[in-house]
Nanobody, 115 residues
Framework: QVQLVESGGGLVQAGGSLRLSCAAS????????VSWYRQAPGKQRDLVAT???????NYTDSVKGRFTISGGDAKGTVVLQMNSLKPEDTGVYYC?????????WGQGTQVTVAS
């Protein structure tokens, strides 16, 4: 089992920055990749960014150049640095990890970007 806990959400003005953290614990050895998703009110959960165990990263087009995913350190923390935030970035951000054939999810953290 892998436990994931997100933190760092909050309210920020458009153009501001937030730093989200995903702390992993439990059976973290063998995690294939960690992703951040976001879910806006009334919408589906969408993939935002992914980092693999080898350090490769991938981003959805709308956040390229503004968001940076990093981590996989000894503490098992993955960070999503979000800059130049826009109102459309508002939503609940979830951390997800894939280990073997299993997917694990955190409880989510709210990000609200005011215009």
């Amino acid at each position: 089992q892998v436990q994931l806990v997100e933190s760092g959400g909050g309210l920020v003005q458009a153009g501001g920055s937030l730093r989200l953290s995903c702390a992993a614990s439990g059976s973290t050895f063998g995690i294939n990749f960690v992703s951040w998703y976001r879910q806006a009110p009334g919408k589906q959960r969408d993939l935002v960014a992914t980092i693999t165990a080898g350090g490769s990263t991938n981003y959805t087009d709308s956040v390229k150049g503004r968001f940076t995913i990093s981590g996989g350190d000894a503490k098992g923390t993955v960070v999503l640095q979000m800059n130049s935030l826009k109102p459309e970035d508002t939503g609940v951000y979830y951390c997800s990890a894939k280990r073997g054939s299993s997917y694990y999810w955190g409880q989510g953290t709210q990000v609200t970007v005011a215009s």
